[in-house]
């Protein structure tokens, strides 16, 4: 009976012209469920402008008393591959196709982290309407506040049916990652661009080579 009731008011929900959406939390917690009228249903899935999406979000962390964050392509391209993977098996969370977790797809797109956090969402319209329902859950709603995350990066991916799946990744690099990123940057520069350096007459004579006093090379 209760199920019943509950499946009533649903679609009586969905059938009002004026709900533009109503929020339930899972069951199981860290995340939400959004019923909307088939009006909102209906209408185009918004592209995705990170610069706009970031200033949304530095908006809502100064409101809050929080510093702001900068877009971070590394990120952005972490949450471009759970983008995928979420749309990829039509289905939200936080696994990679391959079980990877946020620190790990992190990792790999570059980013030393010390924090990477990350929030999913799907069904939404906008990145507008995303941030909403991310304000209105206590995880998520967290997870934008947090006082540490310096940097975001930020994706959306649709399904085969144009369901929408976005992600958002905030982090803070470790205090020595750009020194040992830009350490590592010079050292393959110079060995990649290394010449050889010619034999002195001690060393051309280690080779069992002749050495030309004249034209003071090896050979």
């Known amino acids: 009976m209760l199920r019943r009731s509950?499946?009533?008011?649903?679609l009586m929900l969905l059938a009002t012209p004026a709900a533009a959406g109503w929020t339930l939390p899972c069951i199981f917690g860290g995340c939400s469920?959004?019923?909307?009228?088939?009006e909102y249903a209906a209408k185009p899935v918004q592209p995705l402008d990170p610069e706009a999406a970031v200033a949304q979000i530095n908006a809502y962390r100064t409101k809050n008393g929080r510093k702001p964050v900068v877009l971070d392509e590394r990120l952005s391209r972490a949450a471009a591959a759970q983008s995928?993977?979420?749309?990829?098996?039509?289905r939200?969370?936080?696994?990679?196709?391959?079980?990877?977790?946020?620190m790990q797809r992190a990792a790999r797109a570059g980013y030393r982290a010390k924090i990477a956090s990350e929030n999913v969402a799907s069904g939404q319209k906008s990145f507008s309407d995303v941030m909403r329902s991310?304000?209105?859950?206590?995880?998520h709603r967290e997870n934008l506040l947090r006082p540490e995350v310096t940097a975001v990066g930020v994706a959306m991916a649709k399904n085969s049916s144009g369901w929408p799946y976005w992600t958002l990744v905030l982090g803070a690099e470790k205090a020595n990652a750009k020194k040992d990123t830009e350490?590592?940057?010079?050292?393959g520069k110079e060995e990649g661009h290394a010449?050889?350096?010619?034999?002195?007459k001690e060393g051309?004579?280690?080779t069992g080579m002749k050495w030309n006093d004249q034209s003071n090379v090896c050979g």
């Open 33 to 38: 469920i959004t019923f909307v009228s088939p």
């Open 134 to 139: 991310w304000e209105g859950s206590s995880g």
């Open 195 to 200: 010449q050889p350096q010619p034999l002195t």
């Open 84 to 90: 995928k993977a979420q749309a990829g098996r039509s």
């Open 204 to 206: 051309c004579k280690t």
């Open 6 to 10: 509950i499946m009533i008011a649903a």
């Open 183 to 187: 350490a590592s940057a010079k050292m």
């Open 92 to 102: 939200i969370g936080h696994d990679g196709s391959d079980g990877s977790k946020p």
